[in-house]
């Protein structure tokens, strides 16, 4: 069975500075597709970045950034210049692919807290 | 205005009084899916459904039922509510196909089960 591991609890960061979340999943799949969501204060579960398991570019959407390394199973997202608004629980994510077969499912991790200091 | 509703919001209850919790989306999606929330867990799928008629266990499924009789809507159903069911609960639609991690998720339902 595919699991994401995120094993940073909880993170900090100042404002304007760099941030770097881990996360690792184990699956015997070739084909996949890794996301991070971002769950503010709000509760509200918002897609921040995605990640084609077939594509050597790492994914980039303005300040976010991933760093996808297959062999090693590794997929951690970097969040540049920091913003109070960035404050939240962040949720790492695999679902197989569809050619794959099977049982279409989104798996998270259990989540690391980012807090961001003025 | 793209969504997906979730009613309640909050609900307190007692064991083993049925429930339902309803979800509906505007979007035409055909793939939907109910996810459970705690501390320390993450979150983890409950039911989903690939389209109308069409459902499956996800990783929790135990003490919970849905049904998709019509495409936006997909409710889930405590029929006799424990403690340990106690959680918030997400609804999420999605399109199919390699669309299905890009869900759109509900505004989130905090159940207490007493």
């Known amino acids: 069975a595919q699991t994401v591991t995120q094993s940073q609890p909880e993170m900090s960061v100042q404002e304007a500075e760099t941030v770097t979340l881990s996360c690792t999943y184990d699956?015997?799949?070739?084909?996949?597709?890794l996301f991070w969501y971002k769950q503010p204060p709000s509760r509200q579960m918002i897609l921040v970045i995605r990640q084609e398991a077939y594509k050597q570019q790492n994914a980039t959407e303005n300040r976010f950034s991933v760093n996808f390394q297959k062999a090693a199973k590794s997929f951690s997202l970097k969040i540049s210049d920091s913003q109070l608004g960035d404050a939240a629980m962040y949720f790492c994510?695999?679902?197989?692919?569809?050619?794959?077969?099977?049982?279409?499912?989104?798996?998270f991790g259990k989540g690391t807290k980012l807090t961001v200091n003025p | 205005e793209a969504q997906v509703t979730q009613n309640p919001r909050y609900l307190i209850t007692v064991t083993g009084k049925k429930l339902t919790v309803t979800c509906s989306q505007n979007?035409?999606?055909?793939?939907m899916s109910w996810y459970r929330q705690d501390p320390g867990l993450g979150l983890r799928q409950i039911y989903y459904s690939m389209n109308v008629e069409v459902t499956d266990k996800g990783d929790v499924p135990e003490g919970y039922k849905v049904s998709r009789k019509e495409k936006r809507n997909f409710p889930l159903i405590l029929e006799s509510p424990s403690p340990n069911q106690t959680s918030l609960y997400f609804c999420?639609?999605?399109?199919?196909?390699?669309?299905?991690?890009?869900?759109?998720f509900g505004p989130g339902t905090r159940l207490t089960v007493t």
């Open positions: 979007m035409n999606h055909e793939y």
């Open positions: 699956t015997s799949e070739s084909d996949y597709y």
């Open positions: 999420a639609s999605s399109l199919t196909g390699i669309w299905v991690g890009e869900q759109y």
């Open positions: 994510a695999y679902r197989r692919d569809l050619g794959g077969g099977g049982s279409e499912k989104l798996v």
